[in-house]
């Protein structure tokens, strides 16, 4: 069983800046891609980012242009640079592995880390 956990998160003021980074470890693991979701308070999960070990790309509308994701070249680990962080972006954010960017097709997700946008 893989074990995913986020850090980095925590508190910052609107345009302001943040780095996630998740690693995933549980065994000798290796995966092609790796993405990005988070959940708003009162809100479903919904996904942000994912990319792949080739270096493909794609983003949630709300975040293009100012988040962007990066992945380890050993295909266990996963990262997200936020910036001109906005209020809606106040969630705890997850990371997970593989390519999907629905919700529904994952079964676990590990511990995430929250972050808080002030205005």
């Known amino acids: 069983q893989v074990q995913l956990v986020a850090s980095g998160g925590g508190l910052v003021q609107t345009g302001g800046s943040l780095r996630l980074s998740c690693a995933a470890s549980?065994?000798?693991?290796?995966?092609?891609?790796m993405g990005w979701f988070r959940r708003a308070p009162g809100k479903e999960r919904e996904f942000v980012a994912v990319?792949?070990?080739?270096?493909?790309?794609h983003y949630a509308s709300s975040v293009k242009g100012r988040f962007t994701i990066s992945m380890a070249n050993a295909g266990n680990a996963v990262y997200l640079q936020m910036n001109n962080l906005k209020p809606e972006d106040t969630a705890v954010y997850y990371c997970?592995?593989?390519?999907?960017?629905?919700?529904?097709?994952?079964?676990?997700w590990g511990q995430g880390t929250q972050v808080t946008v002030s205005s």
């Open positions: 990319v792949t070990r080739t270096g493909l790309t």
């Open positions: 549980g065994r000798t693991f290796s995966t092609n891609a």
């Open positions: 997970n592995v593989g390519a999907s960017t629905l919700v529904e097709e994952y079964d676990y």
